[in-house]
Structure formats: structure tokens, C-alpha cells
């Protein structure tokens, strides 16, 4: 059973251009979560999302940040005009449906740089 | 939120356990304590949860006190490869979800 995994490990961006971030969760998982880590930081939570739907988005910045899950596909945080204090590596995590399972099961990350 | 506050710093001989203490002094009577922990440069690992009584598995053990205001993970034997960010985490239910916030954690040095 492969685990959480995302695309691309590592991502460079110039300022102003666009990020898209690819998480696919393990299987029979429907509840994705990404977080982000700022260097020398700990992970702050962005977005929980089920199958088309955000359920809590509390994490998320107002502007430029974006999620979506679809009914098909992988998960997708997409961050429009980067700048440099995007610069972080973006965790996904993923659960089952049954939420009286409380792990989550997290992804090797991606490293944005934008420069 | 139930806050954790755990030393920012440890380290520990090899072989030896490792003992990790979380205080958790807010925390709620059905708030589970959750511990994760972050081997540089991947994705955090779920290490062990407990509510009230002491738990154990293949990873670690979990001691919270009768008062649930503290607990300790135990890494029986540690090994270099245990050399991580613990983190300590109290679980919130919000909108159904079960988002975790991470702390600052315990930077667990294991030295040879």
C-alpha cells in the first residue's frame, strides 16, 4: 500500500509566477490536509479538504492560496504571484473516512523556493 | 485550544530510553494527546495517542498522569535513527475535521 505522495519534491519558482503542489493521498483515504513549514518553524495547518468539498480552510491566507480535491485526481494547493516568503516546504496528510481514526499519514513534502 | 509546552532540547545516549516530557495543563476531558515526530527533511510520523490510560506499542510508550496535566513518551531504546523533532500535540475536533497543530516540539538528539 504506497503511501501519501506528492509532486514535485522540489519546485523553484520566480516571484510572480504560478505554484501547483500534487498530493495524492493513500488509498481509501478521502481526507486530505495540508500544511505548511516556514523554515526553522514548526508546521502550520492550511486546508482539510474532503472529495470536492473545503471543509476547514482557517489556515489558509487570504490571497493567492487555494485548494481543491477532486472527485478524480490528486489534491491540488495552488499558490498564484509567489514571493520569496512562500518559500517553505508544503506538507500533505491524509486519514480515512472514518474519523475515529485519528492518524494522519503524511507525504515526503514539496520545497518550494521561490527566488 | 489545549497548548503544549515541551523543552525545545534533549539528548539522550544511544541504547538508553529516551524520556520526553508534554505538559498539557488546559487540556479537555475528551482531548486525546497525540505525539508525532519529524526526522529532518521528511514528512512528520505518527508515533502514538492516549486519552487517560498508559499505551504502548511496537513505536514507544505513553504515560499521561491521573491528572492528565502531563505526559511522557518513552522511546524504550533509542537509536541514532530516532534522532527527530517530537512533537507533542493535543487534538481539537473543529468543523468535524482533525486538523493537528504542532508546537515548537523536543529536538531529541540520540549520541552514540
Known amino acids: 500500500n504506497a503511501g501519501v505522495m506528492q509532486n514535485p519534491r522540489h519546485l523553484v519558482r520566480r516571484r510572480g509566477q504560478e505554484a501547483r503542489l500534487r498530493c495524492s493521498p493513500m488509498k481509501g483515504h478521502s481526507h486530505v490536509y495540508w500544511y505548511r513549514q516556514l523554515p526553522e518553524e514548526g508546521l502550520k495547518f492550511m486546508v482539510y479538504l474532503q472529495k470536492e468539498n473545503i471543509i476547514d480552510e482557517s489556515g489558509m491566507p487570504k490571497e493567492r492560496f487555494s485548494a481543491e480535491f477532486p472527485k478524480e485526481g490528486p489534491s491540488i494547493l495552488r499558490i498564484q504571484q509567489v514571493v520569496r516568503g512562500d518559500s517553505a516546504a508544503y506538507f500533505c496528510?491524509?486519514?480515512?473516512?472514518?474519523?475515529?481514526?485519528?492518524?494522519?499519514?503524511f507525504g515526503p513534502g514539496t520545497r518550494l523556493t521561490v527566488t | 485550544d489545549a497548548k503544549t509546552t515541551q523543552p525545545p532540547s534533549m539528548d539522550c545516549a544511544e541504547g538508553r530510553a529516551a524520556n520526553l516530557p508534554c505538559n498539557h495543563s488546559?487540556?479537555?476531558?475528551?482531548?486525546?494527546v497525540y505525539w508525532y515526530r519529524q526526522i529532518h527533511s521528511q514528512g512528520p510520523q505518527y508515533i502514538i495517542h492516549g486519552l487517560k490510560n498508559n499505551e504502548t506499542n511496537e513505536m514507544a510508550s505513553l504515560i499521561i498522569t491521573e491528572d492528565r496535566k502531563s505526559s511522557t513518551l518513552i522511546l524504550p531504546h533509542a537509536t541514532l535513527r530516532d534522532t527527530a523533532v517530537y512533537y507533542c500535540i493535543v487534538r481539537v475536533e473543529r468543523n468535524a475535521g482533525n486538523m493537528l497543530t504542532f508546537g515548537g516540539g523536543t529536538r531529541l538528539m540520540v549520541k552514540p
Open positions: 488546559t487540556i479537555s476531558g475528551n482531548e486525546y
Open positions: 496528510a491524509s486519514s480515512p473516512w472514518d474519523l475515529s481514526s485519528y492518524e494522519q499519514y
